[in-house]
Structure formats: C-alpha cells, structure tokens
C-alpha cells in the first residue's frame, strides 16, 4: 500500500540496513498490508504518528490550508 505495488510481494526475515528504501524492506509488512497466502508472526515496532502511516498523516496535517480567490468567507469545504 505505502509503495504502490498492485502485485502481491514476497516478505522474508532477513535483515535490511535502517537507510534501506521503504519497498527494499522485505521483511516489514505495514499496516493495511493484506496476506495473500501462508503464515507468519509478527512484532509491532511502532504504534500511531511513528509508523509510516502516521508519519504521512503528520506530513498532511501540517499542511496549511489553501484559500484561493474562489474561496470566500461565506464559502468554504
């Protein structure tokens, strides 16, 4: 989900250097990931704004809000 594959991807348990790119990390699966087929066990590593997911949502909510001339004070979303 986080990298876009629309194709299931094979997780390992090797070890993958901390600077590795988010798809090179095999042996992660982020939340949201769906299981295709086989079993596995797991360790949660981080829970809400220290996941990846949670870094994302921080990144957004940073975001200031955009006003544009079409945007008045009577019309907002």
Not at 19 to 32: K, N, W
Not at 55 to 68: C, F, G, H, Q
């Amino acid at each position: 989900m986080l990298t876009g594959e629309s194709l299931p991807v094979e997780k390992n348990t090797d070890a993958v250097d901390l600077s590795a790119a988010l798809g090179d990390r095999f042996c992660l699966a982020y939340s949201g990931t769906l299981v295709t087929y086989g079993i596995g066990l797991g360790v949660v590593i981080a829970t809400g704004d220290a996941t990846e997911i949670g870094r994302i949502s921080s990144m957004i909510r940073a975001v200031p809000e955009l006003i544009t001339p079409y945007i008045t004070a009577n019309f907002r979303f």
